[in-house]
């Protein structure tokens, strides 16, 4: 079977929602040039050496962090912002959803109960404006076929 897999990311769709904000997910775009979105590594295990020198491991849960770089002119960065005030209003945070479809390698990734956990306040001015970050931290993240 051939590998018709690319490494395309201009095609990747992200839809994001935020219960009780924007229900309906709203697509994500706008993303800056050289990176649209990344993960921290996951740790999976945690290690443990017992006195005779044996090194034990077990599984544990642990969130994962979604970056996601906007262009300064970007109207995605309203849906950030937006969700920023609404939480300051409401001294409360709001949980998210979403799934982020990358058509070059067939792939969908489900992200279940999220929270922004770090949002640039206002972008760097330098010769030009430069992109912000939004940061998400995911309950789960599911890959399946897109």
Known sequence: MANNRTITSANAILMLGVVGLYDTPRRIQGFSADDLSNTD???????????????????????????????????????????????????ETYIAFGSLLIKATSKRYTMTRGFKTASSVMPSLRRTIQPRQFSITWQDVTAGPA
């Open 41 to 91: 590594a996951l740790t999976t295990a945690e290690t443990s050496f017992g006195i005779d020198g044996r090194l034990s491991a077990g599984w544990v849960f642990n969130a994962v962090v979604q970056n996601i770089m906007l262009q300064a002119d970007s109207e995605s960065i309203d849906f950030f912002e937006n969700w920023t005030q609404a939480e300051r209003q409401r001294r």
